[in-house]
């Protein structure tokens, strides 16, 4: 039961769901609040907050493969030291984000941002959601998912709240931003003693202390990074090629699809502990590879399949998401069942410390801008763009896991002369 990847993904992805219901609420409040184009720059402001926090995601996810390898040999002692360390980095590199923050508030004009607080906002909140990940990773790296799961919930719906209850009384984008970052903050400060009675363990003593050997997993941050781009550069694209009008409209029709990709998220928080636990221990693998990937497909399809059949009839009724296209949404859902598939091989590759997918993934990044631009894409177009993107890099990622099999089963088991 330990390395049931099934079981507890489950149990993760319900948690997840209830979380990303909180994400969904605040889009959704949202887009009823904020009057026409200013939703759409909400929208491409939380997903460049994705987009800038995607290399310490890539971290986290590195800290998780790690406290689970050093879990697996020394105990949950040196998992709990080191998550110190690592929040004691983030608390060190506080006054450099705020500089920089500054920074980009100054150049906002030049970079057409448009309320130079969104700019200030944005590396501060990237640091606030950065701090309850690590204590998250650290949780699910020990393999204590019921309590990961809780600090995922108060975070998200602390976040969903506040970011609401500033948009309606300001009714600006930048304060949305800013209750997500007061949000995550105050879910942090609020978990942290919590996290310390749960562990129920004290630091090691920093000599002690096993390294986190963070200069060593560029590749893993480069590979993850790019997936985090890759998913949300679309919208990006958007809010550069498209009008204020249109980039309202895809951001409506992008908000269920993106809303599947996040939700598959919990498959891969589980695949990556598990897998590496399994490979730490020489144990087999490949069943809990098989099935995470399946997983993936099978709930991202399941999702899309219901807005397919659902969308419809709600947008005819009070609870309808202002401006969406169902037809645009439903190509995104269709490229939703991909990214999603694709999300836990890249967090497979990670796990195994294997990267070629993972860079891979800066020529689909390139392709997909490429074609964007030079087709002068509108919605449908990019929408359709990112499906063909999407699913071609999948085939492309099931080809070459397939051979990567083939190549160890033929070093495991040579044939006979």
């Known amino acids: 039961m330990r390395h049931s990847i099934i079981r507890r993904s489950g149990g993760v992805t319900i948690a997840f769901v209830l979380g990303h219901a909180f994400n969904f609420a605040l889009f959704w409040g949202a887009d009823r609040i904020l009057d026409s184009g200013r939703f759409g720059l909400f929208y491409t402001a939380v997903m460049t907050i994705g987009i800038v926090m995607s290399p310490m995601m890539a971290v986290t996810l590195v800290l998780a493969r790690r406290f689970a390898e050093v879990g697996a040999k020394a105990g949950r002692r040196q998992v709990v030291a080191m998550t110190w360390v690592m929040l004691g980095l983030c608390m060190r590199a506080a006054p450099f984000v705020v500089a920089v923050g500054a920074l980009l508030a100054v150049m906002a004009p030049w970079y057409s941002i448009e309320a130079w607080p969104i700019a200030l906002l944005i590396p501060i909140t990237v640091l606030a959601l950065v701090v309850a990940e690590i204590l998250r990773a650290s949780l699910q790296s020990m393999l204590l998912f019921a309590r990961a799961s809780a600090l995922w919930i108060v975070n998200t719906g602390s976040q969903f709240g506040f970011s609401l209850g500033a948009l309606f009384l300001f009714t600006k984008v930048w304060a949305g931003i800013a209750g997500i970052f007061v949000g995550a903050t105050?879910?942090?400060?609020a978990f942290?003693?919590?996290f310390a009675?749960?562990?129920?363990?004290?630091?090691?003593?920093?000599?002690?202390?096993?390294?986190?050997r963070l200069k060593q997993e560029i590749p893993v941050i480069i590979s993850y990074s790019l997936f985090i781009l890759l998913n949300n550069v679309d919208i990006l694209l958007g809010y550069v090629?498209?009008?204020?009008?249109?980039?309202?409209t895809y951001a409506a029709s992008a908000l269920l699809p993106k809303a599947i990709i996040a939700a598959t998220f919990a498959?891969?928080?589980?695949?990556?502990?598990?897998?590496t636990d399994q490979h730490a221990g020489a144990l087999p693998f490949r069943l809990s590879v098989i099935k995470g990937?399946?997983?993936?497909i099978v709930t991202a399809a399941a999702a899309a399949g219901l807005l397919w059949t659902v969308v419809p009839f709600v947008q005819r009724t009070a609870l309808a998401i202002r401006g969406l296209d169902v037809r645009l949404m439903n190509i995104l859902a269709i490229g939703a069942v991909a990214m999603s598939a694709l999300r836990v091989v890249v967090v497979i590759e990670v796990a195994l410390q294997r990267y070629a997918l993972g860079f891979a993934q800066a020529g689909a990044v390139v392709l997909f801008a490429f074609l964007c631009v030079t087709s002068h894409a509108g919605p449908t177009r990019i929408a359709e763009l990112y499906l063909m993107i999407s699913s071609g890099f999948l085939i492309l990622s099931g080809l070459m896991i397939a051979a990567m099999w083939t190549?160890?089963?033929?070093?495991?088991?040579?044939?006979?002369?």
Do not use: C, G, N, Y
Not at 186 to 189: E, Q
Not at 408 to 417: E, I, K, N, V, Y
């Open 186 to 189: 105050l879910a942090s400060a």
């Open 192 to 194: 942290l003693p919590w």
């Open 197 to 212: 009675r749960a562990t129920r363990q004290k630091a090691s003593e920093p000599s002690k202390v096993i390294s986190l």
């Open 241 to 248: 090629l498209l009008s204020r009008a249109d980039l309202d």
């Open 267 to 275: 498959i891969a928080q589980v695949v990556l502990p598990v897998v």
């Open 293 to 296: 990937i399946a997983m993936a």
């Open 407 to 417: 190549a160890l089963s033929r070093a495991m088991h040579p044939p006979f002369h």
